[in-house]
């Protein structure tokens, strides 16, 4: 079993900095991608960004330069760094880790969604 636990969001003025954490823990052998997704009220789900076991990262564009996306591997952790904030950045956060665990067994969880509200 594998748990997820985010920490990070809040209030934030627009222009403004907030960096989200994901803790992965549990019978994980390797962890093969985090990600992070968003969903904003009346809105769908949608990926932000992602990083793989060998460190490659990716952003959607609507972040691109001005979210980063680390890993820990020694800790199975993760955070978004998100800077230059904007209102249309308001939205529930999501971690999402797969990899395989202790067993050998794939998986892929999700945490508990962490709200970040960027108004003024």
């Known amino acids: 079993q594998v748990q997820l636990v985010e920490s990070g969001g809040g209030l934030v003025q627009p222009g403004g900095s907030l960096r989200l954490s994901c803790a992965a823990s549990?019978?994980?052998?390797?962890?093969?991608?985090m990600n992070w997704y968003r969903q904003a009220p009346g809105k769908q789900r949608e990926w932000v960004a992602g990083?793989?076991?060998?460190?490659?990262?990716n952003y959607a564009d609507s972040v691109k330069g001005r979210f980063t996306i680390s890993r820990d591997d020694a800790k199975n952790t993760n955070t978004l760094q998100m800077n230059g904030l904007k209102p249309e950045d308001t939205a529930v956060y999501y971690c999402?880790?797969?990899?395989?665990?202790?067993?050998?067994?794939?998986?892929?969880?999700w945490g508990q969604g962490t709200q970040v509200t960027v108004s003024s």
């Open positions: 549990g019978s994980i052998f390797r962890i093969n991608f």
């Open positions: 999402n880790v797969g990899g395989v665990t202790s067993t050998r067994d794939p998986f892929n969880y």
């Open positions: 990083i793989i076991g060998g460190g490659s990262t």
